[in-house]
């Protein structure tokens, strides 16, 4: 079993719709990393969070440290905002998941 | 803004070729990161320096491998020689420290046929 896992694999949405990817995790840590990555490689570091929640521009971020979960949220998706939703967990060094590939259609 | 930069951004060599990639991380920052990302995976750490230091090399094949930053600054990371299975996505990141935010290079990806 991974360490870090999310859901839904894959996404595809209409333009202007809320959506939510989730990471589960079973190790202890001192922070999740939520990036984004576009098709070519570079990789965004979106958020940076260990417990509550955080917020910018239409993405938010929650945590669940008790739950060991965390979700990523996109108000008012936009098909910019296509590409791999990336969760990772950093107990020691950062442990990534497989990611998620969100489509956004007009 | 300060980005971390990697060249080349794009390497083909042949199985068995020795092949390098060099990554120059934002100013300042003591941490520097190897990965390696596989098609359709999330990223692996290679390497990891504090400085000019390794801290964390366990995941670096090392009969293959190697990765240095011999003044703290800049980083090399070589295969010699490449096997087909090397084939990945090699990005590097930075950060002030262990624990800060990872800023990530556009990365290097190497085919090897």
Redo the contacts between chains.
């Keep these: 079993k991974n360490e870090?896992e999310q859901s839904p694999q894959n996404l595809t949405a209409q333009e202007g719709e809320f959506i939510t990817i989730n990471c589960s995790y079973s190790v202890g840590i001192?922070?999740l990393?939520w990036?984004q990555q576009h098709p070519?490689?570079?990789?965004?570091?979106l958020f940076?969070l260990s417990s509550g929640k955080k917020k910018h521009g239409r993405l938010i971020a929650t945590i669940n440290i008790q739950e060991k979960h965390s979700s990523l949220h996109i108000t008012a998706s936009h098909p910019r905002d296509s590409a791999v939703y990336?969760c990772?967990v950093?107990p020691d060094?950062?442990i990534?998941?497989?990611?998620t590939r969100l489509q956004v259609f007009p | 803004e300060a980005e971390v930069a990697q060249s080349p951004r794009y390497k083909i060599t042949e199985k068995s070729q020795a092949v390098a990639f060099w990554c120059d991380p934002i100013s300042g920052h003591a941490t520097l990161y190897w990965y390696r990302q596989i098609l359709g995976q999330g990223p692996e750490l290679l390497v990891q320096f504090q400085d000019e230091s390794v801290v964390d090399d366990s995941q670096l094949p090392k009969d293959r491998f190697s990765a240095e930053r011999l003044k703290g600054v800049d980083s090399t990371l070589k295969i010699q020689p490449a096997e087909l299975g090397d084939s990945a996505m090699y990005l590097c990141a930075s950060s002030l420290s262990r624990d800060y935010e990872q800023y990530f290079g556009p990365g290097t990806r190497l085919t090897v046929t």
């Excluded at chain 1, 070519?40 to 570091?45: H, L």
């Excluded at chain 1, 990534?96 to 990611?99: A, D, L, S, Y």
């Design positions: 870090v001192s922070a990393h990036l070519g490689g570079g990789i965004v570091s940076m990336i990772a950093n060094k950062l990534f998941g497989t990611g």
